[in-house]
């Protein structure tokens, strides 16, 4: 009766990979916040913070032409002098892969990610789900941000979501994948470690996690950036094997971009500081990195509607 | 040519934002000599029911900040009346106060917010504590505060009254919905203005203008109020005890018939702050 | 602890053993705070509300110990100029201050706390150019917590009636303190907030290395129109304390420092009538369990040690590590402390600052020489260290046994030695097998053995799942040779009144 509870299996999963303080995780997180990044090191922070941004449009109104002027911004955000380095992924539904792929080109290093499996709930057949990622890779995508069965995982059927991930990995073939565990459902901290390590334990070397789908209430937080960041280092050093990450949703300013980085370089080093190892999933971010980056360069304050694709028109 | 002066448009202060009756009526204000003065809002039950559920809304943020926290913005609530004392003053002299009676009001009003400023972050200290049952268990009483409570202000001393009643709810978390004095409204419609400068969340005060009859029915039976304090005649306790009765919600209701001297020390108390409270013990082993 | 994967791969004969690396990749520009601190060339005594020259006419050099320059000129006061003091303090009270209402003595003290809200960063600065400390710790910890203990004392001035219950209580009169420089302003909120909201006026030392906050404060008592006599400031080195100690007038001494320094007073002060509140040394135990969630856990470990350069009574200098987790704490804490940045104080990413002074940085240096010489195992991260001035880097000592030196005596610095325990009745016996006992901690997922370890540990502080945490609400205070007397809470204010 015990071993079949939910509770019991998750509590033998936290035993075995740790516990979580939530009140710790916080302090912790507080502390980046405190680092003064300046000159330099600012420039450098905020063009590292562009490469690693999966430019996303996922919305229901999405149309070719939207998705084409998506996959510009990604190729030459803003004017070549400014020195902004291209974005590391346009993020887009599978049925517009095909159209990304072709606005972007074959010969470019701009990946295009695909959410598939039916997101953002996941609430599908496992064989739908699967044939989507297959179509997706088939059109073109090089990544898939596929959705954890949250079900399964509250429910403490953990060998069902894991082999569903292990289907996932098997459908995207050379394409890396992203696991997103869509945090704001698991609720607690010693839940997303748990998700985290079920997760990484069938993924492959350079496969990422990622936070959320961004279609919930909460998104990537410095707390959740931090249980996976940290999951992903102990992962690592009891394994070798380097997992990255990928925080989605609600990072929209170059402050918070820079500050999730800080936490990138004093809990995984700089290994884990490039766009291989860490993306940001945002839309809007973008914009506020190439305005901070204009203004380093002028020393000037600069209107948010100098930018393309701005959203603030005030 | 001499200049005609704004006059202001009274407005009642809900859920942080200076409104008029959801009714869309008003009863004129005469001042002292007999002059019409200003219409104030005169609200009915349904804005009682969007007041309490402003006050809803504001409750858990309110309740959950550092006590640290409630006691400076209290102390903020003083400062900001203090520094606007004789305009607040001269709301007073409407009703007939001499003019030392109202600085003293204020003055005494000021103070009774700073005492209880000081009160956030200590009646725990005194009122909770660890109890030594007789097994290997940690077991400890903390309080918290009831929710959204109802204050019934008296007629005499408007400001200092409805003050004095309600910074006992708000300084251990719980959020409020007063109606203030029917005869003497102004004082309260000024309070709101400096609550509203003072910090304080808006909906963690909100301040009612209005009959007094048309309004008690539905104090005593929102089911949503979970305490009612405040002064009340006869006739009205016994009214607001039947209501009350219907979702158990606490009473401390002073006698009309007896009145209080709010300048008094007694007007100011610890057990003013228990009253809006619950006790909660848990019981945790010890072992390793 | 099981290990965190299912499958363990470690046997790949390709791998080398994964490593963190913590370069410089991204090396961040100097940020130095740039308020104004507004210090005085020279800072005389604070008595009767005026600041007033020295009896000497002779004053010292404050320097900054993170590059060793003058920063200011502080009086040289003398038992004369003590004697002054004492006097406007007796006069003080008896007139003035020992009679009024709590309610007016709360809005001194409410006025007070807001006057420092107003010149924090100002005051942050001063306290980091003349302590050493990090600029984010004086400007996140220090000068905010001591706003917040005039706040809350403030509070407590009209409620004294509840302080005791069925008794009532007075003030005692005049008493005097004498404060270290660890935390100079904080040190000064935790003795002058509860002796003057019960009525007391006062009599201060401050450390002779660390003048300056307190000295800026009597600024804000001035500004705050406090009574003239009511809180007087004497500086200078052991002797003025011992003259504020042994003056006739004080009903009661509170002193923080070293228990040394503590039995010295203790015996002074024999035969009189003077009550006496003492906050000294310590050498807590840091306790990790094996089901603790050891990535909070190691911050809390380098929070315990690491704090204001460890220049903290407090500090969770003996971290005691249950032994199936030790290996992977000590590779965790390597990783954390790699990232630790040691150098100027007031540059704001600076996580570690200037020890206090030469003969602190000589005391440590000489311990930290007898742990490697007694054959624990030392390690330090690499990374240079400014030239000028007082600096040494975050020290971990694993190997270590009971019997060794670092295990037992204060360092008083960024050192931290690691033993480890089998059980939950040896790890309580370490812990408590010390002279000292003023606080401990506990990490455990097990909330029946956090309580089991807080009845057990003898401290008058024990920190569970958190180390180094400071409220005012909360006593502060130690058993045994730590002293004795709290700071903080309802308890403290016990301890600056007489109950009739």
């Given at each position: 009766m015990l071993a079949r509870s939910p509770h019991a299996a998750l509590r033998r999963l936290f035993d075995e990979v740790g516990a979580v303080d939530a009140v710790g995780i916080e302090e912790r997180v507080a502390k980046y916040g405190t680092r003064s990044i300046k000159k330099a090191a600012k420039l450098w922070g905020l063009k590292l913070a562009a490469s690693m941004v999966d430019l996303t449009t996922l919305e229901g109104k999405d149309t070719p032409g939207k998705v084409a002027s998506l996959c510009q911004k990604a190729l030459c955000p803003h004017d070549p002098e400014l020195g902004v380095p291209q974005v590391a992924a346009v993020c887009v539904y599978p049925a517009m892969v095909k159209h990304a792929r072709k606005a972007l080109g074959s010969d470019t290093a701009v990946r295009i990610a695909s959410v598939a499996t039916a997101f953002p709930s996941g609430q599908a057949p496992l064989k739908t789900r699967l044939a989507e990622v297959k179509a997706a890779v088939g059109d073109g995508a090089d990544e898939i941000d596929m959705v954890i069965n949250r079900g399964a995982f509250l429910s403490g059927e953990f060998g069902v979501m894991q082999d569903e991930i292990r289907a996932v990995v098997a459908a995207c073939g050379d394409a890396t994948l992203k696991v997103i565990l869509e945090v704001s459902e698991l609720e607690t901290y010693d839940n997303i470690r748990a998700a985290s390590f079920l997760a990484m334990r069938v993924i492959r070397e350079g496969d990422f996690i990622k936070t959320?789908?961004?279609?919930?209430?909460?998104?990537?937080?410095l707390g959740n950036n931090q249980v996976m960041i940290e999951a992903i280092r102990d992962y690592y050093l009891d394994t070798g094997v380097s997992i990255a990450m990928k925080p989605a949703g609600g990072i929209r300013t170059a402050k918070q971009a820079l500050t999730f980085l800080v936490a990138i370089k004093e809990?995984?080093?700089?290994?884990?500081?490039?766009n291989a190892r860490y993306r940001f999933g945002a839309s809007a971010l973008l914009n506020d990195l190439i305005r901070q980056i204009a203004k380093e360069r002028s020393g000037a304050y600069q209107a948010p509607y100098y930018f393309s694709e701005a959203t603030e028109s005030y | 040519m001499t200049r005609l002066p704004i006059t202001k448009t009274p407005k009642v202060y809900v859920g942080g934002a200076f409104i008029r009756s959801e009714s869309a009526r008003v009863f004129p204000l005469k001042d002292a000599d007999g002059n019409f003065f200003a219409n104030i809002p005169q609200c009915t039950r349904k804005d009682l029911r969007n007041a309490v559920e402003a006050a809803a809304k504001a409750g858990p943020g309110w309740a959950k900040r550092t006590a640290y926290n409630r006691g400076q913005i209290i102390y903020r609530l003083g400062e900001m009346i203090e520094a606007r004392a004789g305009e607040m003053a001269e709301a007073l002299l409407l009703g007939g106060a001499s003019k030392a009676a109202a600085a003293r009001e204020v003055a005494a009003t000021v103070d009774r917010l700073i005492y209880y400023a000081g009160w956030t972050d200590k009646y725990e200290q005194v009122l909770g504590n660890v109890n030594p049952v007789a097994a290997p268990y940690f077991n400890f009483t903390v309080t918290e505060p009831m929710g959204i409570v109802g204050v019934l202000a008296p007629e005499a001393s408007p400001l200092l009254a409805l003050v004095s009643l309600f910074a006992p709810a708000i300084t251990s978390g719980n959020t409020v919905v007063a109606l203030a004095s029917t005869s003497q409204p102004y004082p309260a419609i000024l309070l709101g203005e400096m609550l509203a400068t003072s910090?304080?969340?808006?909906?963690?005060v909100n301040l009612l203008t209005g009959f007094r009859q048309e309004m008690i029915p539905t104090f005593a039976t929102h089911r949503h109020l979970r305490a009612l304090v405040g002064v009340a005649n006869a006739d009205e306790r016994k009214a607001l005890a039947i209501g009350a009765a219907d979702s158990m919600k606490r009473l401390q209701l002073l006698k009309a018939e007896e009145p209080t001297d709010w300048f008094a020390e007694a007007a100011q108390s610890l057990y003013a702050v228990r009253d809006t409270l619950e006790y909660k013990t848990t019981w945790h082993p010890i072992g390793a | 602890m099981p290990t965190l994967t299912a499958k363990k791969i470690s046997t790949r004969p390709s791998r080398p053993a994964p490593e963190l690396i913590f370069g410089d990749l991204w090396e961040f520009d100097p940020a130095p705070?740039?308020?104004?601190?507004?210090?005085?060339a020279r800072y005389d005594l604070f008595i009767n509300g005026q600041f007033v020259a020295p009896k000497s006419g002779k004053y010292f050099d404050s320097i900054n110990p993170a590059n060793e320059q003058k920063l200011a000129e502080i009086a040289q006061a003398s038992a004369a100029d003590v004697d002054v003091a004492y006097q406007a303090a007796k006069a003080a009270y008896d007139n003035v201050w020992g009679k009024m209402p709590g309610r007016e003595r709360a809005k001194y003290l409410f006025r007070i706390a807001r006057l420092l809200q107003d010149r924090a960063r100002e005051f942050a600065v001063a306290e980091t150019l003349d302590g050493g400390k990090p600029i984010k710790e004086s400007r996140d910890f220090d000068v905010p917590m001591a706003a917040a203990h005039f706040f809350y004392h403030a509070g407590w001035a009209d409620k004294l009636d509840y302080v005791a219950p069925g008794r009532r209580v007075a003030p005692l009169g005049v008493v005097g303190q004498v404060i270290p420089w660890n935390f100079p302003l904080l040190m000064l909120a935790w003795k002058l907030a509860p002796a003057l909201a019960m009525g007391n006026t006062v009599v201060l030392k401050p450390a002779e290395t660390t003048s300056i906050t307190c000295l800026k404060l009597a600024e804000i008592l001035q500004d705050a129109g406090l009574p003239p006599g009511v809180v007087n400031f004497v500086t200078g080195a052991g002797d003025v304390g011992a003259a504020v100690m042994n003056h006739p007038i004080p009903a009661k001494i509170a002193f923080t420092g070293s228990t040394e320094v503590g039995k010295i007073i203790m015996r002074s002060l024999a035969g009189t009538d003077k009550k006496m509140t003492l906050e000294l040394g310590g050498k807590a135990a840091n306790i990790v369990f094996d089901d603790a969630p050891l990535n909070q856990a190691v911050e809390g470990i380098v929070n315990g040690i690491f704090f204001n350069q460890g220049h903290v009574c407090c500090a969770g200098s003996r971290l005691l590590v249950h032994e199936p987790v030790a290996e992977q704490v000590l590779t965790k804490l390597k990783n954390r402390i790699k990232v630790l940045r040691v150098g100027d104080p007031l540059d704001k990413n600076t996580d570690i600052g200037a020890i206090n002074s030469k003969e602190q940085l000589a005391k440590i240096t000489s311990l930290v020489a007898s742990g490697v010489k007694e054959g624990a195992v030392l390690f330090q991260p690499s990374g240079r260290l400014p030239t000028k001035g007082f600096y040494f880097r975050p020290t971990i000592f694993s190997g270590v046994s009971m019997s060794h030196r670092i295990a037992r005596e204060e360092i008083f610095g960024p050192v931290l030695s690691i033993l480890t325990f089998r059980t939950v009745d040896e790890a309580i016996e370490k812990a408590n097998n010390t002279a000292y006992g003023l606080s401990a901690g506990v990490w455990t997922d097990k909330g029946s053995r956090i309580l089991k370890m807080s009845t057990e540990l003898k401290a008058g502080v024990v920190w569970a799942n958190t180390y180094n945490k400071f409220d005012p609400t909360s006593p502060f205070g130690g058993y045994k040779e730590s002293g004795f007397g709290r700071e903080g809470g309802r308890q403290g204010l016990l301890d600056y009144c007489k109950l009739i």
């Open positions: 959320s789908t961004g279609k919930t209430s909460l998104n990537a937080t809990t995984l080093g700089d290994a884990w500081l490039n | 910090d304080l969340p808006g909906g963690v | 705070e740039t308020a104004d601190p507004k210090l005085k």
